[in-house]
């Protein structure tokens, strides 16, 4: 699924590329919690960005926007990592170690910093800010390269279930990916997000429900405990190439936004 570092992501980059203001990002938030609180992970992000340390009272998201803006943040970039793929993170140590539990985190490598956010409790949402020294660029994923593998995932994960005999007709499926869909957050985007980043993030969001759907407990045709194990390795990639195209398409649109903002006007 999309997820809150994804919107904090694209609509952090527009408001500090001067494309979205302070409030639109506080809106677009608001579908993933009515509150959004700020602590420090360590000593060094408290005394740099002005926020207190985990277990202190916790400062707003308007608190944190502002010290970004001091400190001239530029972009930030969206990290969607899982184990074996910890790319954007930086190397190891506290942050990827709770960007790895999330599966989601914020980098803003310009200033050397990371948020990984936490559900405190129904309506509440926490993001936990660390010190992170990024040793250079993270890996760019064009979005063309993005949807050529879930075209590919979707071919070669259709052919492996096929194979299996596993992938029977599941009744009444497209009523249950339609009420999974209605179900999401309703999220909104920038203006000024391209139409393609949109479609692939739509995309995406639409086999992230097939695949929802197909790790339920009806397995769906199949008939053992080693055929569903089967089935779940035939899907894996699928899964893989939906979290590329969601980081490539988030991290496409604040390129877009960044080198707007970057233009001679």
């Known amino acids: 699924m999309c997820c809150p570092s994804a919107t904090l992501t694209v609509w952090t980059s527009a408001?500090?590329?001067?494309?979205?203001?302070?409030?639109?990002?506080?809106d677009a938030l608001l579908a993933w919690g009515e509150a959004h609180e700020v602590v420090a992970a360590d000593a060094d992000s408290a005394v740099a960005l002005d926020l207190p340390l985990t277990g202190d009272f916790p400062a707003t998201l308007v608190r944190l926007l502002a010290a970004l803006r001091a400190k001239n943040a530029g972009s930030?970039?969206?990290?969607?990592?899982?184990?074996?793929?910890?790319?954007?993170?930086?190397?190891?140590?506290?942050?990827?170690?709770?960007?790895?539990?999330?599966?989601?985190?914020?980098?803003?490598?310009?200033i050397g910093f990371g948020l990984v956010p936490q559900a405190i409790a129904e309506g509440l949402m926490r993001w936990h800010v660390y010190k992170v020294d990024f040793p250079g660029a993270s890996e760019y994923?064009?979005?063309?390269?993005?949807?050529?593998?879930?075209?590919?995932?979707?071919?070669?994960?259709?052919?492996?279930?096929?194979?299996?005999?596993?992938?029977?007709?599941?009744?009444?499926?497209?009523?249950?990916?339609?009420?999974?869909?209605?179900a999401r957050?309703?999220?909104?985007?920038?203006?000024?997000?391209?139409?393609?980043?949109?479609?692939?993030?739509?995309?995406?969001?639409?086999?992230?429900?097939?695949?929802?759907?197909?790790?339920t407990d009806d397995p769906g045709g199949a008939v053992s405990a080693s055929a569903a194990v089967l089935r779940a390795d035939a899907l894996r990639p699928l899964g893989d190439a939906v979290r590329i195209a969601r980081y490539a398409a988030i991290n496409e649109a604040v390129r877009l936004f960044t080198d707007q903002a970057e233009r001679p006007q």
């Open 141 to 182: 994923i064009g979005l063309a390269d993005a949807e050529h593998g879930l075209t590919d995932a979707i071919r070669d994960s259709a052919g492996a279930l096929k194979a299996l005999d596993v992938a029977r007709d599941r009744p009444g499926v497209r009523a249950e990916l339609s009420a999974w869909l209605r």
């Open 185 to 215: 957050p309703k999220l909104s985007w920038p203006a000024g997000t391209s139409g393609r980043t949109l479609r692939v993030l739509q995309r995406a969001e639409e086999i992230g429900g097939i695949l929802a759907l197909a790790h």
């Open 76 to 110: 930030a970039r969206l990290v969607l990592p899982v184990p074996g793929d910890v790319r954007g993170l930086g190397g190891g140590g506290p942050f990827t170690a709770a960007a790895l539990r999330a599966g989601e985190a914020v980098v803003l490598p310009g």
């Open 15 to 26: 408001w500090l590329s001067g494309a979205a203001a302070p409030d639109d990002v506080l």
